[in-house]
């Protein structure tokens, strides 16, 4: 049971309340931003929570299980400082928010309603709907490591050591066309074969995109033209000479580990583990079922 403070305990249980929503958002990057579902600034704990974002609260969905306690906090892009342009590069992916319900008369009259992050957004053309998770999502997150045949280490980390700067991993490229929305031919990437940098990334030096990193999905290379397809559309539009830096990719099977990466010593999954079809498979004279142990 949440106790509530003496003055708010107070206010609430008069005939009439002056009572608003407050939410503050710390994003990974660490800029903090607050926002109010009232029609004018509020502030408090040196936070000013502007009311411009227009954000409105839907009910808190709970309950008396493990599951995630949610609340949807909807609003339009008409802010400064809520851009579909930072909500597409994940910027506001899993900020920290506190909900804070308060009287709009008297500030210091408030209370902590709970703790979360930012979840699933959903955009549209002019508004977007974010989902604030309560704490227990935690819970519900991989811990450990995962018995699997592929590796589970990220490439070029402590574990997996592949040194992603060295050159025969890395590629200095420039835009030549924008071929689709996330698709473009390139210059620079000549020495290298066709799907080198497929599952990889590719991080922006210069233009529109400059510092942001975008996962690779396609690289191929056809009569000598190369071309890139990114997983996911960028921020911004891809231009003609926009720069940037290609770094390998791993499908993280052990074949490629040995193959691309000379790096089997330090792969990190499970090559020879059962698959599922090994609670299938029966004894034959012929066919490779022979009874071998799997």
């Known amino acids: 049971m949440k106790s509530l403070p003496p003055a708010l ?64 906090a909807e609003g339009v892009l008409t802010s400064d400082r809520i851009t579909e342009t930072d909500i597409r590069d994940g910027l506001w992916d899993n900020a920290e928010v506190e909900v804070w319900r308060l009287n709009w008369q008297d500030p210091a009259q408030r209370t902590l309603l709970r703790r979360g992050s930012i979840g699933q957004i959903r955009r549209g ?85 400059a510092g942001r990193v975008a996962e690779v999905m396609m690289h191929e290379v056809t009569g000598g033209v190369v071309q890139i397809t990114l997983l996911e559309l960028p921020g911004r539009p891809i231009s003609a000479a926009d720069g940037f830096v290609a770094r390998a990719g791993c499908d993280k099977r052990s074949e490629t580990c040995s193959a691309k990466f000379a790096n089997i010593a330090n792969f990190r999954g499970f090559p020879h583990i059962p698959g599922q079809d090994a609670i299938i498979r029966y004894a034959t004279k012929d066919g490779g079922h022979e009874g071998r142990v799997l």
Request: hydrophobic share 45%.
């Open 9 to 72: 305990s107070a206010h609430l249980a008069d005939g009439t309340t002056t009572l608003a929503w407050c939410w503050r958002i710390l994003r990974a990057d660490g800029t903090a931003f607050g926002f109010t579902d009232h029609d004018r600034a509020l502030a408090f704990d040196g936070t000013t929570f502007e009311p411009e974002s227009g954000l409105i609260a839907s009910e808190v969905r709970t309950g008396s299980d493990l599951s995630v306690d949610a609340q949807d």
């Open 125 to 209: 053309r002019l508004a977007f709907v974010a989902e604030v998770r309560s704490m227990a999502h935690v819970l519900g997150q991989t811990v450990g490591r995962a018995f699997q045949a592929t590796c589970d280490a990220a490439l070029g980390d402590g574990r997996c050591r592949v040194a992603l700067e060295a050159p025969a991993f890395k590629g200095t490229g420039t835009v030549v066309d924008a071929v689709r929305d996330r698709a473009f031919t390139a210059s620079g990437l000549g020495a290298f074969a066709d799907g080198w940098f497929a599952g990889g990334t590719v991080t922006w030096t210069t233009g529109a995109n």
